[in-house]
Nanobody
Framework: QVQLVESGGGLVQAGGSLRLSCAAS???????MGWFRQAPGKEREFVAA????????SYADFVKGRFTISRDSAKNTVYLQMRSLEPEDTAVYYC?????????????WGQGTQVTVSS
């Protein structure tokens, strides 16, 4: 079992930065850790993912180099550093985990953290 707890959301002005954290408990070494977001009235969308070993990292196209995903093994925590935030980035951001096998799905989710970007 994996438990995930997000933190770091808040209110920021356009152009500002935030760093989200996802504290994980359980055996996460072989997992893919992902960040997703869901804006009001929209479907949840993929933001970024990292293999716990850091051998593979991926980003959604809309990130455009503004976001960086990383992890601290000692703290069992995954981060999402967000820069040059835009009002369109306003959403609830979720941390999720899945196995690395083919067809694996994100089975573990955090409760989400609200990010609001004002114009």
């Amino acid at each position: 079992q994996v438990q995930l707890v997000e933190s770091g959301g808040g209110l920021v002005q356009a152009g500002g930065s935030l760093r989200l954290s996802c504290a994980a408990s359980g055996r996460t070494f072989s997992y893919v850790m992902g960040w997703f977001r869901q804006a009001p009235g929209k479907e949840r969308e993929f933001v970024a993912a990292i293999l716990w070993s850091m051998s593979s990292i991926s980003y959604a196209d809309f990130v455009k180099g503004r976001f960086t995903i990383s992890r601290d093994s000692a703290k069992n925590t995954v981060y999402l550093q967000m820069r040059s935030l835009e009002p369109e980035d306003t959403a609830v951001y979720y941390c999720a985990a899945r196995g690395v096998g083919p067809g694996s799905s994100y089975d573990y989710w955090g409760q989400g953290t609200q990010v609001t970007v004002s114009s």
